[in-house]
């Protein structure tokens, strides 16, 4: 049987192995907390991450500029097509017939327009026979009244001779019109670039446009997508036929809650990770600029914060991230993916997310129109000989 004083070693020994336990797990606990607060003052509060992004890029639209039936179908739904490829035909027919159309017309005007400084010619020649004819009637005029005082030329005579005169003169000044009228519509100007020839040369011109537009052109170099053609249909201008997505020129839009823009400045260099690969690829972006406002205030129904039943929500700012276009040939990305994104807030030299950047703008290079006018210039000029 054991005595008191050995059941008070016993209580004794297991409260200290109790309080050196206690003491342990304190001790693990301070040192985890300690551990965490170093490393969020080192390391954790100079970074910002959200798996609230998603990758975004250019949706460019392909539609017709004139009205057609489509007779042929280039490109289908993730087709790799390059800037400038045929994508769709349209039945060139009703443009052909216009352009030649417009061709003969301008033909037509061309000759029309030669006739006019051919006329301006044969009216210069008129008006010099008129006037010759005036100076000889006058000189007939001058002869009979200087012998109207002998007796040799009656007054009859002399009243003819005067009837003469008068019609001479007219003849005259109809003549002079008729040249200055000539003139008012050739002066100034060759039979190139003479008005009439000039809108003849633009309607062809418009024709010739809309026959070359009946192949539809790839505007920029990416992947199909939202096909929605269909051979045969017939179309209108503007009716969206199909999309291209520029797959070298997507970006990510990040979306931060509000306090974790603080410290984030134009140019901080970005990590970032896609599930589609994994976390064995890693992608290298740069932050370019700050949305003008949230996701919300631009939603369809915006929220009515003015409500009288209003709870705080924590807003979230798209941050356009762009991306290394090598790593995007490397290992390509597509729209709406979800992406992991860490922004390294160490550099605060760049500008605020606030300053708002450059605009840098996007082109589509419309293709050559030498053919055309070089086609123009050669009615003209088969119809000047």
């Avoid at 006058?138 to 005169?165: F, I, K, P, Q, Y």
């Avoid at 200055?180 to 670039?193: P, Q």
């Avoid at 690969?277 to 406002?293: E, W």
Wanted: glycine share 6%; proline share 4%.
């Amino acid at each position: 049987m054991n005595s008191p004083q050995t059941a008070t070693d016993d209580t004794n020994i297991t409260s200290g192995k109790r309080r050196r336990v206690m003491m342990s797990i304190a001790s693990v606990f301070l040192l985890l907390g300690f551990g965490f607060t170093l490393y969020w003052l080192l390391v954790s509060r100079h970074y910002e991450d959200t798996d609230n992004a998603y990758v975004q890029g250019n949706v460019v639209q392909v539609t017709p500029q004139i009205a057609g039936t489509v007779v042929r179908i280039h490109a289908d739904d993730t087709d790799l097509v390059k800037a400038g490829q045929v994508l769709i035909s349209l039945d060139p027919a009703d443009a052909r017939v216009a352009a030649e159309q417009a061709e003969a017309q301008l033909a037509q005007t061309v000759r029309e327009v030669r006739t006019l400084y051919t006329t301006q010619s044969q009216s210069a020649a008129v008006l010099t026979q008129r006037q010759a004819e005036l100076a000889r009637t006058e000189d007939d005029l001058t002869h009979r009244r200087n012998l109207a005082g002998t007796g040799a030329v009656s007054g009859e005579e002399l009243r003819h001779a005067e009837a003469s005169l008068n019609v001479a003169r007219a003849a005259v000044t109809a003549a002079r019109e008729q040249l200055a009228s000539g003139r008012a519509l050739t002066e100034g100007s060759s039979v190139r670039d003479h008005p009439n020839v000039m809108r003849a040369a633009a309607r062809l011109h418009e024709a010739l446009l809309a026959q070359q537009r009946t192949a539809l052109l790839a505007p920029v170099s990416g992947q199909v997508a939202k096909r929605n053609v269909q051979v045969g249909q017939r179309i209108n201008p503007g009716a969206p036929l199909m999309a291209i997505v520029p797959l070298d020129r997507l970006w990510v839009d990040a979306n931060f809650k509000e306090a974790q823009l603080r410290n984030m400045r134009v140019g901080q260099v970005v990590k970032l990770t896609s599930d589609l690969y994994g976390s064995d690829v890693q992608y290298t972006g740069k932050v370019l600029g700050l949305a003008a406002g949230t996701g919300g205030a631009f939603a369809l129904l915006p929220a009515q914060n003015a409500s009288g039943n209003w709870i705080k929500v924590v807003q979230r700012v798209p941050v356009r991230i762009a991306l290394e276009p090598q790593q995007l040939t490397e290992h390509p990305l597509r729209i709406g993916l979800s992406m992991h994104v860490e922004v390294d807030l160490h550099e605060q030299a760049g500008l605020p997310l606030a300053a708002a950047r450059e605009a840098t703008g996007y082109s589509s290079e419309s293709p050559p129109d030498d053919k055309t006018l070089a086609r123009i210039q050669a009615v003209i000029a088969a119809n000047l000989k």
